[in-house]
């Protein structure tokens, strides 16, 4: 099953963890790879960037619904 893009608003669990972070925007580095810069919920002081291709691994991140989806 094809994975859909990260996009703004997203929310995505390690699956080592219990955190949920939201992406926040998306950026592109010097060479091209495109980020996501992720906000910890619940603590807007934690932020990193991560590959796209690493939130798309099921291996280790997991796409939350949304509440849209929950409904």
Not at 18 to 38: C, F, N, P, Q, Y
């Amino acid at each position: 099953m094809a994975r859909r893009e990260v996009l703004a608003g997203q929310k995505y669990q390690p699956t080592d963890s219990t955190s949920v972070w939201e992406v926040r925007e998306m950026v592109k580095d010097a060479e091209g790879i495109t980020h996501a810069r992720l906000m910890k919920v619940g603590d807007p002081t934690a932020i990193k960037m991560i590959s796209v291709s690493a939130l798309k691994d099921a291996r280790l991140y997991k796409l939350l619904p949304s509440v849209e989806e929950a409904v």
